[in-house]
């Protein structure tokens, strides 16, 4: 795989470690402030953004696995994988969250896409 591809690739997994970071262990620091959210709203949506963050950690280890897998077939269906899911979920993210989450997430993910089928 190019390293342009694997660049990308890289950009897109360390977003989705923040993301995981932001859901997780800084939900009620950072993570409040990031989404935009009220202090009376945190302690109520905490379990769920955990949750959320579980699930974003399943795509960074996706793409890890994409990354530094040794056979070249199972590295690229693990990326394709992990890639595919990071853009519909920014799809799904932008349309019934907000937008600017097709921006963060969708948009990297489509650019890694293209790299690696160019590749």
């Given amino acids: 795989m190019p390293n342009a591809a694997k660049i990308l690739i890289?950009?897109?997994?360390?977003i989705h470690v923040y993301i995981v970071l932001l859901e997780t262990v800084l939900f009620r620091t950072r993570g409040?402030?990031?989404f935009g959210l009220k202090a009376e709203q945190?302690?109520?949506?905490a379990p769920a953004m955990s949750n959320q963050g579980c699930y974003n950690g399943f795509l960074v280890a996706a793409l890890a696995l994409g990354?530094?897998?040794?056979?070249?077939?199972i590295a690229k269906?693990?990326?394709?994988?992990?890639?595919?899911?990071?853009?519909v979920a920014g799809i799904w993210g932008a349309?019934?969250?907000q937008a600017r989450i097709?921006?963060?997430q969708t948009?990297?993910?489509?650019?890694?896409?293209?790299?690696?089928?160019l590749a």
């Avoid at 990354?67 to 077939?73: M, N, Y």
């Fill in 10 to 14: 890289g950009l897109v997994l360390l």
């Fill in 32 to 34: 409040r402030k990031v």
């Fill in 42 to 45: 945190v302690e109520t949506m």
């Fill in 67 to 73: 990354l530094f897998h040794p056979t070249p077939a």
């Fill in 77 to 87: 269906a693990f990326t394709l994988f992990g890639l595919i899911c990071v853009a």
């Fill in 95 to 97: 349309i019934t969250v």
């Fill in 102 to 104: 097709l921006f963060v």
């Fill in 107 to 117: 948009v990297p993910a489509v650019l890694a896409l293209v790299a690696v089928y």
